[in-house]
């Protein structure tokens, strides 16, 4: 079994070095708990609601920063794994929203976060690399950050080359939901988890940034669909999954939801276009 | 708005002659209740828990059979639509698990369940054509039947190509489910319509049938994903849907679920084959 941990943490909006020390802590404490998969918040360095490109600017960092052997050392313990969201510059001066994976060796893979949410178009530029699946001590890990989740394309690219366990770093903002009802990103995430016989981690973010409330919705899914664990009052989601369990995509003897794919007639999916020939009244 | 309706039968196995008639009275009594668009459950005229090949041969019918002139008899007084599942023989003597789109006009498509489902794949012979979308006086449908529903390729496809309502007749074998959850394709149907921005109409079936019980989860799902409907205690579940609201694939003025799209980065969905290189303990 492994232990996964969504750390719902509330990052200080340019706060850099508070944002350091408090993810740090908050993955060290997991390990010290028993975690070999810790996952922090989307932008968990950086903070979110930035006012200005320059701002965000102003708190980018590079997968060299110190921070990252920080996140090494505190996984080591474990031989664990560590995944979160940064603010990134690269060299050519643009920012990314980026998220590093992180063992005891160090950043063994970055992913620039493609699917843009709203106003992060105007702060960051899109990535143009498909999200990687890692293999870590932890497990083979596919990584994607929030809004990506509800393209269906990645996740199940990510469970076709073999992710046992998807992270999400997520900053999902406050939405009203009916009565009774899961935020839609949850049951995203579930049925994703369902389709693809897949373990998902979501890690929210909590706290109130610049009058932007968030879902604070965090949650491990195991590969069957099911919510195993969501955050307890200290924002903690944590819970111990058999991570084998991802390669199993059987239904009975006669199912198997991979091998039943029928990709030679999935090209629309790729390549069609939004087709409205009816005018939108 | 457009009313829809579906209608959560009990076909009896190989009992044609019943079927057929329960088939044509829902679809009419429907109509008459203000419906337009009418659903009945996947091989709602065969019945399903076949004993053999050749009992669903003896009850397998052709898109020229007389019971569609009745169907489109039952909508022409609204102008609308039915559509249903039926075990279909062709003149190659297999036979399909398929779905007939039926207006005033008569049969305007029929569709062969493309991903077979556990047993069904010892009777019944896969489709090997997408679904299609299909223009009706009551718009533009795009049709799966129940299985289908779990590979997101499918969906997505028939959203893509400018579907407004996916229609799914399906017979949902009965499971359990954890306390105050949904049954894992109700959830998956929720999290397509949120994902496509596409309304989805699920038709599920009701009975006994040689011993095997259904979810009976019947729903209408509106374009952003909620439940507006489930069946009642005579099995009727119907909601009046704006259509034109699943061309608006927009979430404020910076995000639209396909705009945001990047099909040049999904190769890997349609072509991977699934990648095990770690052996299952």
């Known amino acids: 079994m492994t232990r996964i941990t969504c750390r719902q943490l509330s990052p ?16 060290r404490e997991s ?5 070999r998969v810790v996952v922090v918040p989307e932008l968990a360095t950086s903070g979110y609601m930035f006012d200005s490109v320059e701002e965000a600017r102003s708190v980018a960092i590079r997968p060299s920063h110190p921070v990252f052997a920080d ?13 979160g969201g940064f603010a990134e510059i690269r060299d050519d001066g643009l920012i990314y929203n980026s998220a590093a994976v992180v063992d005891a060796s160090g950043v063994l893979a970055v992913y620039r976060k493609v699917h843009l949410w709203d106003k992060e178009k105007l702060i960051f530029t899109p990535g143009s690399v498909e999200p990687p699946v ?6 083979r890990l596919g990584v994607l950050i929030c809004f990506d989740l509800e393209f269906p394309e990645f996740p199940r690219s990510l469970a076709l080359r073999g992710a046992e366990l998807i992270v999400a770093p997520t900053n999902w903002p ?3 939901v009916p009565a009774g009802e899961r935020v839609p990103e949850v049951t995203v995430a579930m049925a994703t988890a369902y389709s693809n016989h897949v373990a ?3 890690c929210d973010r909590a706290g109130r940034e610049r009058g932007q409330d968030w879902n604070e919705a965090s949650c491990v899914i195991d590969q069957r669909g099911w919510v195993v664990a969501t955050a307890d009052e200290s924002g903690v989601a944590t819970a111990d999954l058999d991570l084998n369990l991802s390669h199993d995509k059987s239904m009975g003897d006669l199912v198997d ?10 090209e629309a999916l790729t390549h069609a276009t939004p087709l409205i020939s009816r005018p939108t009244l």
Chains 1, 2 share one sequence.
Do not use: H
Not at 31 to 35: C, R, S
Not at 71 to 83: R, S
Not at 134 to 139: C, F, L, N, Q, S
Not at 257 to 266: A, I, K, T
């Open 257 to 266: 939801v991979f091998g039943d794919r029928r990709p030679e007639l999935y």
């Open 31 to 35: 390990v010290t708990a028993g975690a």
């Open 71 to 83: 996140w090494a050392a505190a996984v080591a313990p474990a031989d664990g794994v560590a995944i």
């Open 200 to 202: 998902i981690a979501c």
């Open 174 to 176: 406050r939405e009203s």
């Open 134 to 139: 890692v293999d870590t001590p932890a497990g």
């Open 12 to 27: 200080g909006v340019a706060d850099l070095d508070s944002n350091l020390e408090m993810t740090t802590a908050a993955i």
